[in-house]
């Protein structure tokens, strides 16, 4: 029997492991996914628990994502570029981390527009958090031409200001003005999940027909901004994708084999209905 398991906290109301169970048993794998409600003081323990085998791999979610990195032997280069680690697995006697979020979102974004390659695509991220970061990190490296607006706009400088491809920041007035200027627009923040529920982080008077929306954000599964972007005719997408993938990247990371993601995203969206 594989043993893995999700640390964070809190974790009660994580869907993580009715999917990752879903995939299990569809790949006929035998393991177990459980939840590990970890304090601060427990991170190093808990990595100490796949440096024994005890564990077979682990994810990482709120808080842990950053805090985790010191205790691992190696880390991969994009979570390294993304500052995050949200994997984790032993390799020979190394425990190493990887970030599987960005990469499940491009996957999704990639599926949805029937597009192979980000390559030239333009793209306004709103947001400037960890969120952010994955998600410039991810589709620049692949030659997306990016533009960030933030609330906070120094936030934004600041994350622009870390890559090394260019990355255009503007107020967010002012990407409002021009948003028939970008092929794709993606809510990074948090503004939409349940407590928000009205609100929208940017007003779309001048989003151009052929513009898709999207949001990280999977409960609710449509938010007010991808309702307006819905009602206006656009396309949109929301973060049930991202979530799905990248718990099937990890689970390829862990065992070398492709779960069903369809089957798991059946299950993700009656957990959130
Ligand atoms: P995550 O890891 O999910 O990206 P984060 O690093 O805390 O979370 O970043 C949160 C992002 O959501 C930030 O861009 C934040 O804007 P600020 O930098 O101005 O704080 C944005 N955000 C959160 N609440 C917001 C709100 N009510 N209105 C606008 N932006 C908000």
Redesign the pocket.
């Known amino acids: 029997m594989k043993k893995f398991a999700l640390i964070g906290q809190p974790l009660s109301h994580s869907l993580s492991p009715s999917i990752h169970r879903a995939a299990y048993h569809h790949m006929q794998l035998l393991g177990r996914y459980e939840l590990l409600e970890t304090a601060a003081e427990q991170v190093e323990d808990v990595i100490e628990l796949v440096r024994t085998g005890e564990i077979d791999g682990l994810n990482v979610t709120?808080p842990h994502?950053v805090a985790v990195m010191p205790f691992l032997d190696a880390i991969d280069e994009d979570a390294i570029a993304i500052g995050?680690v949200n994997t984790i697995k032993k390799v020979g006697n190394q425990v190493i981390g990887y970030n599987t979020d960005a990469e499940g979102f491009k996957e999704s974004l990639l599926e949805r527009l029937h597009i192979n390659t980000v390559r030239e695509q333009r793209v306004l991220v709103?947001?400037?958090?960890?969120?952010?970061?994955?998600i410039v990190h991810t589709l620049g490296k692949d030659g997306a031409v990016l533009t960030i607006v933030?609330?906070?706009m120094s936030?934004?400088e600041d994350l622009a200001a870390m890559y090394p491809f260019d990355v255009t920041v503007l107020t967010i007035e002012a990407a409002e003005a021009m948003l028939n200027q970008f092929d794709i627009v993606i809510n990074?923040?948090?503004?939409g999940m349940s407590s928000?529920t009205n609100?929208s982080?940017i007003k779309l008077n001048q989003l151009a027909s052929s513009t898709l929306v999207c949001d990280?954000i999977y409960n609710p599964l449509e938010t007010t901004l991808l309702k307006e972007a819905k009602s206006r005719g656009n396309a949109t997408l929301n973060g049930v994708g991202m979530l799905v993938n990248q718990a099937a990247l990890a689970i390829e990371i862990w065992t070398g084999q492709k779960p069903n993601r369809k089957l798991m995203e059946v299950t993700l969206v009656s957990e959130v209905r």
């Open positions: 709120i994502k995050a709103i947001g400037a958090g960890g969120a952010a970061r994955a933030n609330r906070t936030k934004a990074t923040t948090s503004v928000f609100a982080p990280l």
